[in-house]
């Protein structure tokens, strides 16, 4: 059972930045795909970024390339505990919304919300004009 805990939301003004945390556990393999997703009021869920371990290659909505930044860093701790990050800089009031990490096996395309099995529980992310 694959458990993902975010952190990082909170409200900025324009231009500011953000770094959402997403800490995953509980996954034995080495080749997943980590996204992170975003739904505002009335919206659907839309694909903000993802990255696959195996290619280690990321993909970017084309409303966010070059203003965020998906990583990870695997823990020397413990073999399967890595965390993601989004890096939002830049952020505009368009950005406001509800955001989730998600974890799948793997598969295309990314910014399907079919391709991810497990998520995390949210975070508000609020950018006030």
């Known amino acids: 059972q694959v458990q993902l805990v975010e952190s990082g939301g909170g409200s900025v003004q324009t231009g500011g930045s953000l770094r959402l945390s997403c800490a995953a556990s509980g996954y034995t393999g080495s080749r997943y795909c980590m996204g992170w997703f975003r739904q505002a009021p009335g919206k659907e869920r839309e694909g903000v970024a993802a990255y696959y371990t195996g290619s280690e290659t990321s993909h970017y909505a084309a409303s966010v390339k070059g203003r965020f930044t998906i990583s990870l860093n695997f823990s020397q701790n413990t073999l399967y505990l890595n965390t993601f990050y989004l890096q939002m800089n830049n952020l505009k009031p368009e950005d406001t919304a509800m955001y989730y990490c998600?974890?799948?096996?793997?598969?295309?395309?990314?910014?399907?919300?079919?391709?991810?099995?497990?998520w995390g529980q949210g975070t508000q992310v609020t950018v006030s004009s």
């Open positions: 998600a974890f799948g096996d793997g598969g295309w395309p990314w910014a399907s919300p079919s391709l991810y099995n497990y």
